[in-house]
């Protein structure tokens, strides 16, 4: 619809037409399509129109869970006045970022080049080239605090791009080559290092990371830095696999390292940034005590602390820590489950507080009034509750936790006081005051229930579930509960037979209702073959029919195969090494990145090379594959020596080349309860660089990929290297377990005492 025909309409109207967007499937485009601007999603049309037109494109990125972004469509994109502006003057462009996370990164690549900062929503000028000349954020509708608003800016760039066009071009063309031969340097400096290689170097940084976090600890209310303060679950990660690789050689550290994690980790828990209700964890906290969240809840958040919790458990046995895993699975499977067997992105920070209010407030669907507490709960029950968790007739915000008054009489639950000082208190039994605490619980997410919810991102992300199958495989491993197996092996299943092209043999990357039409980009395919890798170690499944093509765990250990190939095909640099963060057919993204850096998910490089070195574990192609994994963890030396802290995933994955390597293969006849036996002793340790495998069917799956002839030297029981094809056997026709060390094997288990012993010693 032309912006004419919209303009048209709205004023004939109380009912806004759709824009182009309706036709899309990402819920942050959908809800943007009434909106009076004449909204493009990214593609040829809009370039076309700019192009024949001569006008700029404003770009705005953004996702639908984003409180900023609501803001801003509500300031700006609603106004009917700017709208029309807009739409004469300017061609206008929307953009999932979760969809499109390559249009994201060039971006705000020069976004944050240009201003210093980033983040969403993000508003770009573009040449019809496509080249930015000027970006920010958020901008208010009018001019406030010294800050221009968005119509001022309009204006002012409207102004220049009729009389100074060649100058603007020529700007933008500068600033693109400049962000290109930087990142052009980098490989440049890499490729030409004469220094020892990273791998050569992994103690060092390590060890001056585990350094740098000590010094940024907050040893009051744990955490990194001051706030906003993140889970950043790859630095927990990092911190519990430096403790276990410090423990002899630097014991000191390694202890400081497992407090850290423990104290982040229990900070988080107690505070507000975790639903004490219904279960999960809020985006970040804004102040430093964990108490007043930033209320959107993503799915890749609550994946990650799942595995982050229960490494925890498996170290210190704490079964706290697996009370939370749990309480966050059980949220993740109740409410972001899709009945297609996957799950959804995420939910937001916004809602109505009530079935009657007419506007949304951030945590409306999760802060309570004193009353609305005491209203639901027995008054014994109520005396507990709010003892624990700091509930108060005012509200319990700290002033410097909420200097606009947002939360003014609220209480954003927390838990104040433990369970043994409250029974102390009101000198009653530990047990009892747990059960209220319980009957409470299952009372208010009752009472909450009939609140409006939130509004729920529903598209389904593939990487994210890829990462979700991870922590589904772990739960399953560690705690036994089928319902966690069966749902990973539905979420494989959903992306083989949903977003998986059979023909092609490639990922997309997103589905809601139909698959979406943008290819998958490198996290895509490497969280989802670590996902398949996690599951496969879950132990050998009976083959069922009703699961193909993936049947049984050999089906998933060819496919994950099969992706890694083609992995290596579409991102792999041939020239200078290293995996491209987006494949290389779309002709609209300007630039190609490596990256290298954490942000709230892993790096996709860290994984795809993690992921390298599992396959490599068994010996099976293992010079070639882990010499891949090498090369591309050296793309990232320049990161990894002169700012650590910003790759604890690449630092974890550099410790499984330069330190130890376990392999434990599992042989067993079908439907031996011994496999799944040392399998259980396994999971219930925490060994970070431990890969597990059965009846030699990696061997079996590669050889069969890529054929016999290509097949290198596997490990041996006897630590030499010359051996071809699969020896792990049946001992006298009992199921063993073989323990393997930097690729070579001990003698085989057949009993789990001395199984677990030796993993113990490892």
Known sequence: MASSEVLSCVSESSERPFNRLAAETSPYLLQHKTNPVDWYPWGEEAFSRAKTEGKPIFLSV???????????????????????????????????????????????????????????????????????FFGGTYFPLEDAENKPGLRTILGRILTLWKTTKAALMEQSDDIMQQIQQATREISLAVKNSAGPSIVESSDTVTRCCALHFAEEFDNEYGGFGAAPKFPRPCVIDFLLASHRRFRKEDPPLSRKCLAMAEHTLTSMANGGIRDHIGGGFHRYSVDR???????????????????????????????????????????????????????????????????????????GFYVWTYREIATALSKDDFEVFALVYDVREGGNCRPDSDPHGDFAGANILYIRRSEDEVATMLRRDVADVKAALVRSQQLLLEARGHRPRPHRDDKIVTAWNGLA??????????????????????????????????????????????????????????????????????????????????????????????????????????????????????????????????????AG????????????????????????????????????RSAPQAVPAMLVTLDRVGGSSTLVHIVGKEGDAMIHAFRAVVHQMYIPHLAMQFNNEVHKTLECIHGSSSSSATASPSGSSGHKGPFFTLVDGKAAAYLCINRACQSPSVDLETFRAKLNRA
């Open 62 to 132: 953004g996702y639908s869970t984003c409180h900023w972004c609501h803001v801003m469509e509500r300031e700006s994109f609603e106004n009917e006045s700017l709208a029309l502006y807009l739409n004469r003057n300017f061609v206008c462009v929307k953009v999932d970022r979760e969809e499109r996370p390559d249009v994201d990164r060039v971006y705000m690549t020069f976004v944050q080049a240009t201003t210093g900062q980033g983040g969403w929503p993000m508003s770009v000028f573009l040449t019809p080239e496509l080249k930015p």
């Open 289 to 363: 005590y964990w108490h007043v969240p930033h209320y959107e809840k993503m799915i890749y958040d609550q994946v990650q602390l799942v595995r982050s919790y229960i490494d925890a458990y498996r170290i210190t046995k704490n079964v706290k820590y697996s009370e939370i895993a749990k309480s966050i699975l059980e949220y993740i499977l109740r409410d972001m489950w899709s009945p297609e067997g996957a799950f959804l992105s995420a939910e937001d920070a916004d809602s109505l507080p009530s079935v009657t209010s007419a506007n949304t407030v951030e945590g």
């Open 605 to 640: 490089l860290s994984i795809a090379a993690r992921n390298l070195l599992r396959f490599s574990a068994g010996g099976v192609l293992s010079e070639n594959m882990r010499r891949r994994a090498c090369e591309a963890l050296e793309t990232a030396a320049c990161t990894i």
């Open 469 to 602: 199958m991870s922590a589904l495989a772990l739960a399953y491993g560690v705690f036994g509960d089928r319902k966690y197996h069966d749902s990973a092996w539905q979420i494989a299943t959903f992306i083989r037979r949903k977003l998986y092209d059979e023909d092609r043999g490639v990922l997309y990357r997103s589905y809601r209702g139909r698959r979406s039409t943008i290819p998958g980009f490198l996290q895509d395919y490497a969280f989802v073959v670590q996902g398949l890798l996690d599951l496969y170690e879950c132990g050998p499944m009976p083959s069922d029919p009703a699961r193909a093509p993936l049947s049984d765990g050999f089906s998933l250990m060819q496919w994950a195969v099969e992706l890694q190939k083609q992995q290596d095909e579409i991102f792999w640099d041939a020239q200078d090494g290293g995996y491209f963060e987006a494949p290389r057919a779309d002709s609209s993204i300007l630039l190609r990145f490596k990256g290298d850096q954490d942000t709230a998910e892993p």
